[in-house]
C-alpha cells in the first residue's frame, strides 16, 4: 500500500490534467485521514517536502488547495511530519499567503493548515509567532471589524488558528502576544449574541488565552473583561 501511495504521487506530479491531480490528491487527503501508518511511509519517502515543493511550483488556485488540503491531513496530530513542514519554510508560506488578504482563495485553506501545522507543536508555534505570523492574524481581525456575514467565516478559521498556537502546549508568550486582540473579541461577540457558533469560537479562543495563565487573567480583570462577559452570558439567557 505504500508503494501504492508514492505511485500515486508520482503520476500526480507528472500528470498535465488538472482534474485526475485535483482528484489523487483529495483521495491521498482521505487515505492519509484514516492510516497514521502510511502518513509514516510517506515522510520517509520525504512525501512533505515533494508536497510542499508542488505547493510552491503550482500556478493554479484549485490545485494549490488540494495541496494544502492533502499536507494538512498528512501532518494531522504527527509532530515528526509537522516539524519536516516547519523546517521546511511552511510557517513563512503560510504566512505570505495569509497576508494576501481575505479575498484570496487561499487564505481559509492556509489558516487550516497552520491549525494542522501548529496543534500540539511548540515548535511550530513559536515559528509562527517569530515570523509574525500573530501579527499578521490581528492585524487582519482589526482590519475586518465590524463581523459581518461576509466575514464570519474567515474569523472564525483565524481564531481557530490562534486557538491553536496558545494551547496544546499552553505557550505563554504566545497567549500574551494574542492578550492584545481581546477587547475586539469582546465587542466582536457583543455585536454576534445571536449567532451561538460564533460566541462559541470567540469565547474558545479568550479561555486558551486566559487558561493557567494568571498576568493574562489579571490584565483581563483590570480592562473589565469578565464584566463584559458576566453581562454577556446574563443577554444570552433572556
Known sequence: M???????????EKSSCL???????????????TNNELKTVFREKKGIQRLLKLLIMSTEMKLKQAVMYTL??????????????????????????????????????????????????????NTFRQEGGISSLMHFLWKSFPVT??????????LTSLSSVVNNPRNSMNQSECLKILPLCLQAIETNLDNTEFVKSVS???????????????????????????????????
Do not use: H
Not at 509537522?82 to 510557517?91: F, H, P, S
Not at 504566512?95 to 487561499?106: E, F, Q, R, V, Y
Not at 456575514?149 to 483565524?158: G, S
Not at 488565552?209 to 473589565?224: H, P, R, T, V, W
Open 149 to 158: 456575514k461576509v466575514n464570519l467565516v474567515t474569523w472564525m478559521f483565524c
Open 2 to 12: 505504500g508503494s501504492d501511495l508514492i505511485l500515486l504521487f508520482d503520476c500526480i
Open 72 to 125: 494538512s491531513c498528512a501532518i494531522d496530530t504527527c509532530v515528526s511530519s509537522q516539524n519536516i513542514a516547519i523546517r521546511k519554510g511552511a510557517v513563512g508560506l503560510i504566512i505570505k499567503m495569509l497576508n494576501d488578504g481575505a479575498t484570496s482563495p487561499l487564505f481559509c485553506p492556509s489558516a487550516y493548515l497552520l491549525t494542522m501545522l501548529t496543534q500540539g507543536n511548540s515548535l511550530g508555534q
Open 19 to 33: 482534474k485526475t491531480r485535483i482528484q489523487s490528491l483529495n483521495a491521498m487527503a482521505e487515505i492519509f485521514s
Open 204 to 238: 474558545t479562543f479568550i479561555r486558551l488565552c486566559l487558561s493557567d495563565n494568571e498576568i493574562n487573567q489579571e490584565k483581563f480583570a483590570k480592562c473589565g473583561g469578565f464584566i463584559c462577559v458576566s453581562g454577556f452570558v446574563a443577554k444570552l439567557k433572556v
